[in-house]
């Protein structure tokens, strides 16, 4: 039964991201239409854009969103002993390195728009 399990296991990732391209322009377009927008975005004028911006969210969602969050808990890892080094310099420092470690990953994976790069 493992043995059964484990050879379709890569179909169904292959299969849920087929179906998230394919579904994805679908709730776009929805979404485009209760909202009363009635300039469509150069993008959406094919659709080969359609495609495309669904590939790019895909992505986003299923690689860069958890490689953020790994990048973010490196982060916080890596601002404890950046704190220590930097605090002979006073505040500045600090608030530089939790910037650089904490606050850009943070905005990178949570509050960036799906499939905006």
Known sequence: MRRLLARRGPCILALAV?????????AVWAADETSGASVPRADDATFGGSVRRAANATFDVLILRPTGLAVLVVGVGLFVPATILGSPGG???????????????????????IGDF
């Open 91 to 113: 505040k500045t420092p600090i608030r530089e390195a939790w910037d650089r470690f904490v606050v850009q990953p943070a905005n990178y994976t949570v509050k960036r728009p």
């Open 18 to 26: 087929l179906l998230a391209c394919l579904l994805h322009p679908a």
